[in-house]
């Protein structure tokens, strides 16, 4: 199982990640909202602007405060270590 630092010691399932975006469109702001109101949105901004969205295959929604390209860079890098160590 491969562990993506979210920002502020947040760790989430790299397997688990359906899409990660940007927070800026409205269809985005949507989906954040009605995971705000069905109690599935899980806020890891320590309290800073969300920068990502992270869609689960849970059906939970992930703020981040950190960028979307730098969390897809961490899941890319930890994806090519996996695959040297077989």
Same mark, same amino acid.
């Given at each position: ?10 760790? @989430?399932?790299? /397997?688990?990640?359906? $899409?990660?975006? $940007? ?5 985005? #702001?949507?989906?954040?909202? /009605?995971? #705000?109101?069905? #109690? ?12 990502? @969205? ?9 703020? $981040?405060? @950190?960028?979307? /390209? ?13 695959? /040297?160590? #077989?």
């Amino acid at each position: 199982m491969q562990l993506i630092n979210i920002g502020f010691g947040n760790i @989430v399932s790299a /397997e688990r990640i359906i $899409s990660i975006v $940007s927070p800026d469109s409205a269809p985005i #702001k949507r989906i954040v909202q /009605e995971a #705000k109101d069905g #109690k599935n949105a899980i806020d890891a901004t320590y309290g800073r602007r969300t920068r990502s @969205v992270i869609i689960m295959d849970s059906g939970h929604i992930i703020l $981040s405060a @950190v960028q979307p /390209e730098t969390i897809a860079g961490r899941v890319d890098t930890g994806l090519d270590n996996d695959d /040297e160590n #077989k």
